[in-house]
């Protein structure tokens, strides 16, 4: 059973209802292995969470104090845009894959690339979530078809004219049907970062997955990624309607 603590500092959502205990990917044990049953059961879950920070990059402690103790607290309050001007900021969860057959490809909102769990590349998007709410975005990956993959980078996003990473604070959590959670936190500064390779999942083809941390930060989007990693695809640039929705 989650304790109060846990649900105080976010640690817990949804996509975890059963209490699984959680593995933290980091620099130092950047690596964990998908085994049995958690490889090849249902779908395997990714979720990107994350939030903004509440007072300016570099801004320290007794900044913070004196800007809520000045005689300007009992000045009109200026509209929440000029307050907390990182409001909009706009992540988006994706992939690359490389499936066993050779072909390639993405799953993201832009282009409305939303995959397929039935058909390749057996990964899914549910949505575009423009605003960070709690549930954040999600992927689903079809382990019943785990030979089927060759690799899997999972990938995060961010659009011109928005906040870079450097005023969020994003998490990557990987949710299989058995065994731990696995964490990625995406919390390095990289202001001038515009996409960040988050994960990558290999099969190794001895009947498990590799789940290996890579937190990449790459100052351009796709199109650099893919250099990084070879997928050798062709990219023309997206954009987003006023609405969120993606062209």
Known sequence: MASVWEYLRGERNTLDPGGQHKVTLTKSKPQHALTGAAATTGNLYVNLHWRTRASAPGASAGETLRRWF???????MEPDSYQRP??????DLACMYELSDGKRGVVQPLGKLFGDLQRPPYVKLSGDDVYGAPSGETMYINLEKKDQFKRLLIFVYIYDGTPAFGQTDAVVTIVPQTGPRIEIKLEERAPAARSCAVVLI???GD????????????????SDIDRLYGFGMQWQRGYKTPSGTAE
């Open 70 to 76: 000045s005689p300007r607290i009992l000045s009109p």
């Open 202 to 204: 290999e099969n190794t």
């Open 207 to 222: 009947g498990q997955l590799t789940v290996r941390r890579e937190v990449r930060y790459v100052n351009g989007f796709q």
């Open 86 to 91: 990182d409001v909009n900021v706009d992540l």
